[in-house]
Nanobody, 128 residues
Framework: QVQLVESGGGLVQAGGSLRLSCAASGRTFSRYAMGWFRQAPGKEREFVAAISSSGGSTYYADSVKGRFTISRDNAKNTVYLQMNSLKPEDTAVYYC?????????????????????WGQGTQVTVSS
């Protein structure tokens, strides 16, 4: 069982930056591939970024590539999402998720159904 708690959301002006954190419980965090998703009002939840269990592989949605960076610190059981050059269309609730990678150090999980555990979400609002 893994519990995930996001933090770091808030209100920021367009062009600004935020760093989201996702703290995980348990001693097996380093076995999980992690991801960030977001859901805007009236829209479906969408993939944002993913990182392998080792941290050596990452993948981004085209809409955030070059602006967002996902990283992890396995010693701190935490995954991060650094968001720069924020746009109003980035406004959403951001969720982190954990996928039991089955022992893979390189697996990247891009789809909602691949994830086993989810956080409660943190609101990010970007004003124009």
């Amino acid at each position: 069982q893994v519990q995930l708690v996001e933090s770091g959301g808030g209100l920021v002006q367009a062009g600004g930056s935020l760093r989201l954190s996702c703290a995980a419980s348990g001693r097996t965090f380093s076995r999980y591939a992690m991801g960030w998703f977001r859901q805007a009002p009236g829209k479906e939840r969408e993939f944002v970024a993913a990182i392998s269990s080792s941290g050596g592989s990452t993948y981004y949605a085209d809409s955030v590539k070059g602006r967002f960076t996902i990283s992890r610190d396995n010693a701190k059981n935490t995954v991060y999402l650094q968001m720069n050059s924020l746009k109003p269309e980035d406004t959403a609730v951001y969720y982190c998720a954990a996928d039991n990678a089955g022992g893979s150090y390189t697996r990247l999980s891009l789809f909602i159904y691949e994830y086993d555990y989810w956080g409660q979400g943190t609101q990010v609002t970007v004003s124009s």
